[in-house]
């Protein structure tokens, strides 16, 4: 069997990107990564959010081709179930698809006035009207899962959940969003997570940019 192949965007602005890595690394899933070159132009399309559609990433595991972020966890949780990809208790993973769903589909604002910039830091970023009531939804989500089941991450153990929310968390600190009490230790806890250092090392790394993603705006 050849080894699996995870075709992703740049590492340091594709926010599809990296929520696929983390749930390949949530299955425990050792894939070859293939990038796909920013010069690309349905990549640039899709990370500057012109694409209809998001075709990376995309896993290539065992003859199957999975693109979409919610297939790749759906596929890779019902392929290792022992992973704990989804809460074993019944409620809970209901709870946990669906606040994965509202973050795959929703939050458009969010993404168009503080798109995904592992690098860059702005000081004094002044957040667009339209975007805070996303950044309001997410915390009241956050919040309540981290009461419910404890923490630190949202469903106490990593999850499907925190691969899809992981990125929002950077946004945040890219852009210094205020936040404070148990929505900061998540996001403490997202960022100190061992797969998230190495997803953010390489992204630094990265000699690529996008000037239309690192202009302050």
């Known amino acids: 069997m050849s080894r699996p192949v995870l075709t992703i965007s740049s590492k340091n602005y594709s926010s599809w990107s990296l929520r696929g890595w983390l749930l390949c690394k949530l299955a425990g899933l050792e894939v070859e990564e293939k990038p796909v070159p920013l010069d690309d132009a349905v990549n640039r399309a899709e990370l500057l959010l012109l694409a209809p ?3 990376v990433p995309r896993l290539s595991h065992d003859g199957v081709e999975v693109w979409d972020t919610l297939a790749i966890a759906e ?4 392929l290792y179930p022992d992973a704990g990809m989804l809460p ?3 409620v809970a993973r209901a ?16 993404r168009s006035a503080l798109p995904m910039n592992l690098k860059a830091r702005y000081k004094n970023f002044k957040i667009f009207a339209g975007a805070q009531p996303d950044i309001d939804r997410i915390q009241a ?11 630190p991450f949202l469903f106490g153990a990593p ?10 968390c950077t946004r945040l600190l890219t852009y210094g969003v205020r936040i404070a009490g148990p929505v900061k230790a998540y996001c403490d806890t997202i960022m100190a997570w061992a797969p998230m250092r ?4 390489a992204a630094r790394a990265e000699p690529e940019e996008m000037e239309e993603l690192d202009m302050e705006f």
């Open 53 to 55: 559609s998001v075709l």
């Open 88 to 90: 074993r208790d019944r």
């Open 159 to 168: 999850t499907i959940a925190d691969a899809m929310y992981a990125p929002v």
């Open 95 to 110: 709870h946990c698809r669906s606040v994965s769903g509202e973050i795959h589909s929703g939050f458009h604002n969010l």
């Open 198 to 201: 190495d997803w953010v090392d």
């Open 75 to 78: 596929y890779l949780a019902e």
């Open 141 to 151: 989500i956050w919040t309540e899962c981290l009461e419910t089941y404890g923490g």
